[in-house]
């Protein structure tokens, strides 16, 4: 970035609400009302769940997650709460996400000190993880989120739960994740196929728990509708696994088994540089650099 | 882009001057103080010829392209000049491109009125070209630059290559081609092999003027001190060849001749479409678009 242009961060916090129309928008609007530039508000039924991408200067984005946690603190009983998906919060995770530029460093500090305001001004405690864990044995979100909301009420807190910030459970907003992470990616690969267990068979082979590629994790599902299968994942570090190493290796699994690809989905947002190290990587172009984007030139310097 | 946010083009100037440092600094100096955003100054002194690229909104688009214009007319003789390049002015060549989501028809407005000022007030008939071309048979640059300089001086304007402005040429700034176009893409592909034979053929079947893809210009060189050869290309509508369409079909005609590809190389900036669309076409994502990219959410609307 140019001379006199602030860093951004990204911010990507989860609420426990995907039905209530006025609670969503109520907490989009704190967030935004803040200042901060909300660039997609995603609200879904089934998990009863609501996820705000927002960017700002890095105190405005204390400020406005904060605005967004104190109306999800106020409106959400977790004692109510029925979803899909697990969640031990009302403001259930707060990843602070480098962009551009931004050091990790930044967003890990960011996540500190929002965890300790969202302890002092609202009593909800915190669970640092990603980078900004405490200890290795928080850096996985799924293993600080184990159980959810009701374990943590109904059998109290071990203590090897004992929360970062704060002490045991918020009796309406349970207890909340904030880290520090690079962007994930969610990305579908789809296969022309009506047989699920290709699907399952591939994403065991490629997700990096059963030993395929690293910071994958896949699962396999049925698209019935579309007589199609689908790979699905999240890429939890790109910059490991890139959108063409994932797409080329499940290409060639499905291959081996006769099967052609009928497309793949990026979901969502990636950052630019997702994009560049995926041209990279698929067109042997090693020395290609963000900076070669004419965009990233002249809207990085404004 | 967002809200009042004004449109920005992309402006390429090639002037006939690469080797007297003080007048490459003088030209690419009145052009930055007009308050373009200079992107990239490129002297080349073989080919004795510069190329600036700069972004600025349209109306300053002409006034900087102007003050370039005239430091080169004041600066540079063409009963001078020597270098390896085509040309037919001191300021040889000014391309108006469009920027991000600017319509064409804007750099076609910027390019008949630059055009009409050069004359005007420099006395430097103007050729268009490209998509400001007032017939079909001044489109291609090099059937409007044929001959350069010398012919049109030492043979006279014969009647088809009247200027489009004014009439003539200037005594020592000769003429200017004046155009809009979208942006080029420079691309090389180089392959395992000390054989040019080999990209010369390539290159000859992958050229649209042979009747290979469409919108691509290519040469095949030796890269003597590396022991490879490559297939040197210019991409004029990347819309229609973009990068991965290019590199595939190249890829292909070497395996068929057992050569593998070392590396590809992009030169110089691309537009993020460009970018969007190669990712499209290699990981068979037809539903991508730029608005994924997050950095252009949040630049594009600043």
Chains 1, 2 share one sequence.
């Not at 602070?96 to 996540?111: G, K, N, Q, R």
């Amino acid at each position: 970035m140019g001379p006199g242009v602030s860093q951004l961060v990204e911010c990507v916090p989860n609420f426990s609400e995907g039905r209530r129309r006025e609670v969503i928008n109520a907490i989009a609007d704190a967030i935004g009302r803040e200042g901060a530039r909300v660039v997609d508000v995603q609200a879904d039924a089934a998990h009863n769940r609501m996820v705000v991408t927002f960017v700002a200067e890095p105190e405005l984005a204390i400020a406005s997650a904060f605005a967004g946690a104190s109306v999800a603190v106020e409106r959400i009983d977790l004692n109510q709460h029925r979803g899909e998906h697990p969640r031990m919060g009302a403001v259930d995770v707060v990843p602070f996400v480098p962009f551009a530029d931004l050091p990790m460093t930044v967003c890990i500090e960011l996540a500190h000190r929002f965890g300790a305001r969202l302890w002092k001004e609202l009593r909800v405690p915190v669970y640092y993880y990603g980078e900004a864990a405490r200890n290795a044995e928080r850096r996985e979100l799924e293993r600080v989120r184990r159980g959810g909301f009701e374990e943590l009420r109904d059998h109290g807190s071990e203590p090897d739960r004992e929360p970062d910030e704060g002490a045991g459970l918020h009796p309406t907003a349970g207890a909340t994740a904030v880290g520090a992470r690079i962007p994930l990616i969610a990305y579908n690969v789809n296969l022309k196929t009506e047989d699920v267990q290709v699907a399952k068979d591939i994403a065991r082979t490629i997700r990096a728990s059963s030993g395929g590629m690293p910071n994958v994790k896949a699962l396999g599902f049925a698209l019935a509708d579309r007589g199609l299968v689908q790979v699905s994942m999240n890429l939890t570090d790109y910059r490991v696994s890139n959108i063409w190493k994932v797409f080329t290796a499940i290409k060639a699994e499905a291959e081996r088994r006769g099967i052609d690809v009928q497309e793949s989905e990026i979901v969502g947002t990636i950052p630019l540089d997702a994009a560049v190290r995926t041209i990279k990587d698929a067109v042997m172009e090693p020395a290609f650099k963000m900076d070669q984007i004419l965009e990233k030139r002249v809207w990085a310097s404004e």
